[in-house]
Protein backbone atom coordinates (compact mmCIF):
# COMPACT_ATOMS: atom_id res chain seq x y z
CA UNK A 1 0.00 0.00 0.00
CA UNK A 2 1.33 3.22 -1.07
CA UNK A 3 0.27 6.21 1.29
CA UNK A 4 -0.87 9.48 0.63
CA UNK A 5 1.68 12.32 -0.17
CA UNK A 6 2.92 14.85 1.67
CA UNK A 7 1.19 18.17 1.55
CA UNK A 8 4.38 20.82 1.86
CA UNK A 9 4.03 22.86 4.46
CA UNK A 10 5.45 26.27 4.95
CA UNK A 11 5.87 27.74 8.54
CA UNK A 12 6.68 31.20 9.39
CA UNK A 13 8.28 31.25 13.10
CA UNK A 14 8.32 35.33 13.93
CA UNK A 15 10.19 34.50 16.96
CA UNK A 16 10.25 37.51 19.44
CA UNK A 17 9.13 40.41 16.57
CA UNK A 18 5.33 41.92 15.31
CA UNK A 19 3.37 43.72 17.92
CA UNK A 20 -0.26 42.50 17.72
CA UNK A 21 -0.67 45.52 14.90
CA UNK A 22 1.88 44.43 12.99
CA UNK A 23 0.66 40.73 12.60
CA UNK A 24 -2.82 41.50 11.82
CA UNK A 25 -1.25 43.53 8.76
CA UNK A 26 1.21 40.68 7.74
CA UNK A 27 -1.46 38.15 7.85
CA UNK A 28 -3.73 40.15 5.12
CA UNK A 29 -1.02 40.90 3.51
CA UNK A 30 0.48 37.59 2.96
CA UNK A 31 -3.14 36.28 2.42
CA UNK A 32 -3.51 39.07 0.00
CA UNK A 33 -0.57 37.56 -1.94
CA UNK A 34 -1.77 34.16 -2.36
CA UNK A 35 -4.26 32.52 -4.17
CA UNK A 36 -6.66 30.07 -2.87
CA UNK A 37 -4.94 26.94 -4.85
CA UNK A 38 -1.67 28.00 -3.64
CA UNK A 39 -2.96 27.94 -0.14
CA UNK A 40 -4.48 24.55 -0.65
CA UNK A 41 -1.90 23.04 -2.44
CA UNK A 42 0.90 24.81 0.46
CA UNK A 43 -0.12 24.58 3.33
CA UNK A 44 0.69 28.15 5.19
CA UNK A 45 1.20 28.63 9.11
CA UNK A 46 2.25 31.38 10.84
CA UNK A 47 3.46 31.42 14.46
CA UNK A 48 3.32 34.59 15.93
CA UNK A 49 4.60 35.64 19.48
CA UNK A 50 1.63 34.68 22.15
CA UNK A 51 0.18 38.21 22.03
CA UNK A 52 -0.17 38.10 18.89
CA UNK A 53 -2.11 35.24 18.48
CA UNK A 54 -5.99 36.60 19.50
CA UNK A 55 -5.76 39.47 17.11
CA UNK A 56 -4.62 36.57 14.04
CA UNK A 57 -7.41 34.14 15.26
CA UNK A 58 -9.89 37.43 14.60
CA UNK A 59 -8.35 38.13 11.28
CA UNK A 60 -8.23 34.28 9.71
CA UNK A 61 -11.45 33.46 11.23
CA UNK A 62 -13.17 36.66 9.98
CA UNK A 63 -11.57 36.86 6.47
CA UNK A 64 -12.18 32.77 6.27
CA UNK A 65 -8.58 32.75 5.40
CA UNK A 66 -6.90 29.46 4.51
CA UNK A 67 -3.74 30.18 6.72
CA UNK A 68 -2.94 28.25 9.95
CA UNK A 69 -1.25 29.41 12.75
CA UNK A 70 0.31 28.41 16.18
CA UNK A 71 2.67 29.21 19.11
CA UNK A 72 6.50 28.94 19.15
CA UNK A 73 6.13 27.60 23.02
CA UNK A 74 3.71 25.85 25.48
CA UNK A 75 3.57 24.51 28.89
CA UNK A 76 4.44 21.22 29.57
CA UNK A 77 1.72 21.51 32.54
CA UNK A 78 -1.76 21.52 31.92
CA UNK A 79 -2.99 24.47 34.45
CA UNK A 80 -2.17 26.10 37.46
CA UNK A 81 0.98 27.95 39.32
CA UNK A 82 3.18 28.33 36.78
CA UNK A 83 3.83 31.96 36.63
CA UNK A 84 4.32 33.01 33.08
CA UNK A 85 3.83 29.84 31.41
CA UNK A 86 1.18 29.00 28.78
CA UNK A 87 -0.71 25.78 28.47
CA UNK A 88 -1.96 23.63 25.37
CA UNK A 89 -5.60 24.29 26.09
CA UNK A 90 -5.13 28.06 26.10
CA UNK A 91 -3.53 27.71 22.55
CA UNK A 92 -6.44 25.02 21.04
CA UNK A 93 -8.94 28.15 22.74
CA UNK A 94 -7.62 30.70 20.39
CA UNK A 95 -7.91 28.30 17.17
CA UNK A 96 -4.17 27.28 17.64
CA UNK A 97 -3.21 24.55 15.21
CA UNK A 98 0.26 24.30 15.37
CA UNK A 99 3.31 24.58 18.24
CA UNK A 100 6.38 25.14 18.06
CA UNK A 101 8.64 22.76 20.43
CA UNK A 102 12.26 22.18 21.32
CA UNK A 103 13.39 25.10 19.15
CA UNK A 104 17.32 25.35 19.72
CA UNK A 105 17.11 29.04 20.63
CA UNK A 106 14.47 27.36 23.41
CA UNK A 107 17.21 24.82 23.99
CA UNK A 108 20.09 27.18 24.21
CA UNK A 109 18.82 30.31 26.02
CA UNK A 110 16.53 28.27 28.39
CA UNK A 111 17.94 24.81 29.32
CA UNK A 112 15.45 22.84 27.43
CA UNK A 113 16.40 19.18 27.81
CA UNK A 114 14.56 16.31 25.67
CA UNK A 115 12.42 15.45 28.75
CA UNK A 116 11.21 18.37 28.61
CA UNK A 117 11.11 18.62 24.99
CA UNK A 118 9.36 15.05 25.33
CA UNK A 119 7.03 16.75 28.16
CA UNK A 120 5.84 19.39 25.88
CA UNK A 121 5.05 17.17 22.77
CA UNK A 122 3.23 15.14 24.94
CA UNK A 123 1.15 18.30 26.26
CA UNK A 124 0.69 19.32 22.73
CA UNK A 125 -1.04 16.33 21.10
CA UNK A 126 -2.98 16.18 24.74
CA UNK A 127 -4.60 19.08 23.50
CA UNK A 128 -4.69 18.34 19.69
CA UNK A 129 -1.74 20.52 18.57
CA UNK A 130 0.08 19.92 16.26
CA UNK A 131 4.23 19.67 17.70
CA UNK A 132 6.64 21.24 15.11
CA UNK A 133 9.32 19.43 16.70
CA UNK A 134 12.80 20.78 16.06
CA UNK A 135 15.96 18.97 16.01
CA UNK A 136 19.57 20.05 15.16
CA UNK A 137 23.09 19.66 15.80
CA UNK A 138 25.80 22.76 16.00
CA UNK A 139 28.91 23.85 14.42
CA UNK A 140 31.17 21.44 16.37
CA UNK A 141 28.62 18.24 16.33
CA UNK A 142 28.61 19.40 12.52
CA UNK A 143 32.46 19.19 11.72
CA UNK A 144 32.86 16.26 14.08
CA UNK A 145 30.27 14.68 11.30
CA UNK A 146 28.26 13.83 14.28
CA UNK A 147 25.20 15.57 12.93
CA UNK A 148 22.89 12.38 11.94
CA UNK A 149 23.38 10.83 15.28
CA UNK A 150 22.36 13.82 17.50
CA UNK A 151 19.56 14.62 15.11
CA UNK A 152 17.94 10.72 15.89
CA UNK A 153 19.17 11.31 19.11
CA UNK A 154 17.40 14.67 20.21
CA UNK A 155 14.00 12.24 17.90
CA UNK A 156 14.13 9.18 20.20
CA UNK A 157 14.26 11.69 23.51
CA UNK A 158 11.13 13.51 22.47
CA UNK A 159 9.41 11.11 20.79
CA UNK A 160 9.73 8.66 23.86
CA UNK A 161 6.57 6.92 24.67
CA UNK A 162 4.39 8.11 22.04
CA UNK A 163 2.51 5.46 19.85
CA UNK A 164 2.93 5.18 15.97
CA UNK A 165 -0.46 6.79 15.88
CA UNK A 166 0.89 9.71 17.69
CA UNK A 167 3.53 9.81 15.67
CA UNK A 168 2.26 10.40 12.66
CA UNK A 169 0.60 14.02 14.03
CA UNK A 170 4.06 15.43 14.79
CA UNK A 171 5.93 17.17 12.09
CA UNK A 172 10.11 17.38 12.68
CA UNK A 173 11.76 20.33 12.01
CA UNK A 174 15.73 19.63 11.11
CA UNK A 175 17.35 23.25 11.78
CA UNK A 176 20.95 23.02 11.52
CA UNK A 177 21.65 25.85 14.69
CA UNK A 178 24.92 27.10 12.78
CA UNK A 179 21.85 28.04 9.83
CA UNK A 180 19.74 29.92 11.93
CA UNK A 181 20.05 33.41 11.36
CA UNK A 182 23.49 33.34 10.07
CA UNK A 183 22.69 33.39 5.64
CA UNK A 184 24.14 30.16 5.94
CA UNK A 185 22.06 28.03 4.34
CA UNK A 186 22.69 23.96 4.48
CA UNK A 187 22.87 22.52 1.21
CA UNK A 188 20.28 21.02 -0.14
CA UNK A 189 22.42 17.50 -0.19
CA UNK A 190 23.08 18.22 3.67
CA UNK A 191 18.81 19.03 4.09
CA UNK A 192 18.06 15.77 2.43
CA UNK A 193 20.70 13.92 4.98
CA UNK A 194 19.53 14.62 7.93
CA UNK A 195 15.56 14.92 6.62
CA UNK A 196 16.40 11.42 5.15
CA UNK A 197 17.77 9.69 8.36
CA UNK A 198 15.12 10.85 10.38
CA UNK A 199 12.69 9.30 8.33
CA UNK A 200 14.36 6.03 8.57
CA UNK A 201 15.22 6.70 12.35
CA UNK A 202 11.19 6.96 12.64
CA UNK A 203 10.92 3.84 10.70
CA UNK A 204 13.20 1.97 12.83
CA UNK A 205 11.71 2.85 15.48
CA UNK A 206 8.01 2.86 14.88
CA UNK A 207 7.57 1.62 11.16
CA UNK A 208 7.63 2.49 7.47
CA UNK A 209 4.37 3.80 7.33
CA UNK A 210 4.41 5.80 10.04
CA UNK A 211 7.30 7.07 8.76
CA UNK A 212 6.38 8.06 5.38
CA UNK A 213 3.36 10.18 6.77
CA UNK A 214 5.29 12.26 8.80
CA UNK A 215 6.10 15.85 7.46
CA UNK A 216 10.07 16.54 7.81
CA UNK A 217 11.03 20.38 7.27
CA UNK A 218 14.33 21.90 7.01
CA UNK A 219 14.97 25.08 8.84
CA UNK A 220 17.53 27.86 8.59
CA UNK A 221 18.30 30.41 6.43
CA UNK A 222 15.11 29.88 3.68
CA UNK A 223 14.24 31.85 1.26
CA UNK A 224 12.71 31.97 -1.94
CA UNK A 225 15.51 32.26 -3.70
CA UNK A 226 17.18 28.86 -2.25
CA UNK A 227 13.69 27.34 -1.33
CA UNK A 228 13.13 25.45 -4.26
CA UNK A 229 16.18 23.41 -4.34
CA UNK A 230 15.66 22.49 -0.86
CA UNK A 231 11.81 21.37 -1.44
CA UNK A 232 13.06 18.90 -4.66
CA UNK A 233 15.03 16.81 -1.90
CA UNK A 234 12.73 13.28 -1.88
CA UNK A 235 12.49 13.66 2.23
CA UNK A 236 12.13 17.35 2.45
CA UNK A 237 8.32 18.06 3.05
CA UNK A 238 8.60 21.92 3.96
CA UNK A 239 10.13 24.54 5.62
CA UNK A 240 9.92 26.79 8.79
CA UNK A 241 10.88 30.20 8.46
CA UNK A 242 12.42 32.97 10.56
CA UNK A 243 13.45 35.81 9.37
CA UNK A 244 12.35 35.60 5.74
CA UNK A 245 8.53 35.11 7.13
CA UNK A 246 8.84 38.62 8.37
CA UNK A 247 8.28 39.96 4.95
CA UNK A 248 4.88 39.05 3.49
CA UNK A 249 5.84 39.06 0.21
CA UNK A 250 9.06 37.02 0.92
CA UNK A 251 6.73 34.59 2.49
CA UNK A 252 4.40 34.52 -0.01
CA UNK A 253 7.00 33.73 -2.61
CA UNK A 254 8.51 31.08 -0.26
CA UNK A 255 5.06 29.75 0.06
CA UNK A 256 4.83 29.94 -4.37
CA UNK A 257 8.03 27.50 -4.43
CA UNK A 258 6.18 25.35 -6.88
CA UNK A 259 6.38 27.91 -9.49
CA UNK A 260 10.01 27.98 -9.16
CA UNK A 261 10.15 24.39 -9.77
CA UNK A 262 7.57 23.77 -12.61
CA UNK A 263 9.80 27.49 -13.94
O1 LIG B 1 15.08 29.25 13.42
C1 LIG B 1 14.54 29.30 12.33
C2 LIG B 1 13.11 28.98 12.18
O2 LIG B 1 12.60 28.40 13.33
C3 LIG B 1 15.27 29.71 11.12
O3 LIG B 1 15.53 31.06 11.20
P1 LIG B 1 16.10 31.84 9.91
O4 LIG B 1 15.20 31.49 8.76
O5 LIG B 1 16.03 33.29 10.30
O6 LIG B 1 17.49 31.35 9.70
Request: with cysteine; net charge negative; hydrophobic share 40%.
Amino acid sequence: MTSAPRRPLMAGNWKMNLNHLEANLLVQKLAASLTEKQLTDVETVVLPPFTDLRTVQTVVEGDKLLIGYGAQDLSAHASGAYTGEIAGSMLAKLGCTYVVIGHSERRAYHDEDDALVNAKVQAALANALTPILCVGEGLDVREQGGHVAHCADQLDGALKGLSAEQVTKVVVAYEPVWAIGTGKTATPDDAQEVCGAVRSRLAETFDQATADQVRVLYGGSVKSSNVAAIMAQPDVDGALVGGASLDAEEFAKICRFPEHISG
